[in-house]
């Protein structure tokens, strides 16, 4: 009758043992997943930046076409001097 508490106890350790196993396991994947999808923002974080650059580029370029214009506009006489 001893046997049986100890063999009981034991197998209930041993459940106990599988199922943190099978947590952690589950716990080393989430931290990958994590991980990968900090990845991926730190990347997206890259594009919008590049994005922004552009886009400064861009609208430099505009106002500068923009001058140019209102000179030509000015030498035509299209508009009030």
């Known amino acids: 009758m ?3 508490p100890d063999s009981l106890v034991l ?22 997943r994590v991980s990968s ?13 590049g994005l922004h650059v552009d886009m400064a580029a861009h609208s430099a370029r ?5 001058g140019r214009l209102d000179r030509i506009e000015k030498r035509l006489g299209l508009v009030d001097a």
Do not use: P
Not at 12 to 32: F, I, P, W
Not at 37 to 49: D, Q, S, W
């Open 62 to 66: 505009m106002d500068r076409i923009d």
């Open 11 to 32: 197998t209930l350790l041993r459940d106990m043992r599988g199922s943190l196993q099978r947590v952690e396991s589950k716990l080393d994947e989430l931290v990958r």
């Open 37 to 49: 999808v900090e990845t991926n923002l730190a990347h997206v974080h890259v594009e919008l930046a």
């Open 2 to 4: 001893i046997d049986q």
